[in-house]
């Protein structure tokens, strides 16, 4: 008997379609779902014949969208949420399902692991995945759930929560401390040259040019374990340099001004019970220890 005709598409081709509109790069998207560039090709060529519309163009730069792919990535994006919500949501409305969140290293290290981990206890339901990597990943791409970023959010069309300002102190053993309110010249512990671009170590480069960079390291977490050492003053938020015992605040002007803590989500996410379970989870954590984070 010969194969019914196809007539529905087949979820897998819109995941691979919904994989490639969003990146533009076949070996983008290939890496992605863990599948091979020729996967992704025939899943896009089947979509399309089932369509009966052509979906991307290939151009020198990456894929393009056509006018009907532009439609259908948005058709698509909206199934997908609601697969998402029907994953998700439990028949007796408790939140369950994976929640992946995205954060800056020393923030996910030195605040979040350990609080985050608190949530499957409190939403048995629900599972966490916390990135920690130092490339934001994309919400609009559906690279995770929730980001949590440093400075008011230049996204597209996202809802934004400031969760609060971020101070900043000079940390140090209290011998070093000592030595330099005594008036020795400090020695700093601060990001290496591939970070030099972020603004605490622009900042501290421009107000001390002329002292010692004695150690590096690409985050914040790991600069406050070298200042253990006794090897210099780091350049820490308050919430690292507070929780070491063995550091202590130095008198050390100026500091550079605070930074501000946002929390980031899909606007059309809004209203999934697990994603607005862990928001409410983690605006409640940074509010209880808000003094933490202060100056």
């Known amino acids: 008997m010969a194969e019914k005709k196809r007539t529905e598409p087949d979820w897998q081709d819109i995941r691979v379609f919904l994989a490639l509109g969003r990146h533009r790069s076949l070996s983008a998207a290939a890496r ?45 994006s909206d199934m997908e949420t609601a697969v998402q919500t029907l994953v998700r949501g439990g028949t007796d409305g408790a939140p369950r399902g994976l929640v992946r969140i995205n954060a800056p290293p020393a923030l996910a290290q030195g605040f979040l692991t350990e609080r985050l981990a608190e949530i499957p206890l409190q939403f048995p339901g629900l599972d966490i995945d916390l990135a920690t990597d130092l490339r934001s990943v994309s919400l609009e791409r559906h690279e995770t759930d929730i980001a949590i970023r440093l400075g ?21 053993t209290p011998a070093i401390c000592q030595e330099v309110e005594e008036g020795a010249a400090p020695k700093f512990i601060g990001f290496d040259e591939t970070n030099s671009y972020l603004p605490e170590a622009a900042w501290l480069a421009r107000e001390f040019p ?79 220890e808000r003094t933490l984070f202060e100056a």
């Open 32 to 76: 992605t779902l863990s599948v091979n560039h020729a996967t992704i090709a025939r899943r896009i060529r089947s979509l399309e014949a089932t369509l009966g519309e052509k979906l991307v163009e290939r151009r020198p730069d990456g894929y393009v969208l056509t006018a009907a792919g532009t439609q259908a990535l948005a058709v698509a």
């Open 152 to 172: 008011r959010p230049q996204d597209g069309d996202l809802m934004a929560k400031l969760l609060l300002p971020m101070a900043f102190g000079f940390y140090g």
């Open 210 to 288: 002329n002292e010692r960079l004695v150690f590096r390291a690409n985050n914040q977490v790991a600069q406050a374990t070298a200042a253990r050492s006794g090897a210099g003053l780091a350049l820490l938020p308050h919430y690292i340099g507070r929780a070491e015992r063995s550091l202590r605040l130095c008198r050390l002007e100026p500091v550079p001004p605070p930074r501000e803590i946002w929390l980031l989500t899909r606007r059309q996410d809004r209203k999934e019970t697990p994603i607005r379970a862990v928001c409410d989870f983690i605006a409640r954590k940074f509010a209880e």
